[in-house]
């Protein structure tokens, strides 16, 4: 059975930091292409990066909202995937999930996701 | 950015009926390569996280009842719910996973009427 769990997620103030871990397994962890996306209080869902396998050079890709801000990476070792968070504002207030991609790029599992508020 | 556009907000329905949701992307989703249409549709119940149903339009994820029929192609694209059953009131996006960056629709609401 495939699971994704997170993990990380808390009440911080803008400006911090923090990192988010996600865990898996039952699959091949190493040959997944692996995403973040999140979803806001209100509801709308929005991707904000991924990380390729390492047959693809552990390629990453950003948002433009949280480019320079993010780092997504992976450790293959542990099947697990981070995304370190600077500089957080108010706005990257949401349900952050991680997720893996199917064939043809579609977001096919899904972890529960972990809460992070961004408050003063 | 391709934009996803879905119509109706919002649904109230009653147990049994037929529903339609619309999902409109700014720029065709269909590869010129393969003739496949990158959308997917996902299904998200209250607590928990989006689960995907349908993607390349209308190909059903292992699973997935065959009430739920994905159609449509380039930029205009229709979630069907045949019959549809108490468990499927829920929040249902489309999301197009042609080109980067990813991006949802707003959402539609399934609710009881």
């Known amino acids: 059975e495939v699971q994704l769990v997170e993990t990380g997620g808390s009440l911080v103030q803008p400006g911090k930091s923090l990192k988010l871990t996600c865990a898996t397994s039952?699959?091949?962890?190493?040959?997944?292409?692996m995403h973040w996306v999140r979803q806001s209080p209100e509801k709308q869902l929005e991707w904000v990066a991924q990380i390729k396998a390492k047959s693809n050079n552990y390629a990453t890709y950003y948002a433009e909202s949280v480019k320079g801000r993010f780092t997504i990476s992976r450790d293959d070792s542990k099947s697990s995937v981070y995304l370190q968070m600077n500089s957080l504002k108010e706005e990257d207030t949401a349900i952050y999930y991680c997720?893996?991609?199917?064939?043809?790029?579609?977001?096919?599992?899904w972890g529960p996701g972990t809460m992070v508020t961004v408050s003063s | 950015d391709i934009v996803m556009t879905q119509s109706p907000s919002s649904l109230a329905v009653s147990a049994g009926e037929t529903v339609t949701i619309n999902c409109k992307s700014s720029?065709?989703?269909?590869?010129?390569?393969?003739?496949?249409?990158?959308l997917a549709w996902y299904q998200q119940k209250p607590g928990q996280s989006p689960k995907l149903l349908i993607y390349l339009a209308s190909t059903r994820e292992s699973g997935v009842p065959d009430r739920f029929i994905g159609s449509g192609s380039g930029t205009d694209f229709t979630l069907t719910i045949s019959s549809v059953q108490a468990e499927d009131l829920a929040d249902y996006y489309c999301q197009q996973h042609y080109s980067y960056p990813r991006t949802f629709g707003g959402g539609t609401k399934l609710e009881l009427k």
């Open positions: 997720t893996s991609t199917g064939k043809y790029w579609y977001f096919d599992f």
């Open positions: 039952g699959f091949t962890f190493s040959n997944a292409w």
């Open positions: 720029q065709s989703l269909l590869s010129s390569g393969n003739q496949k249409n990158y």
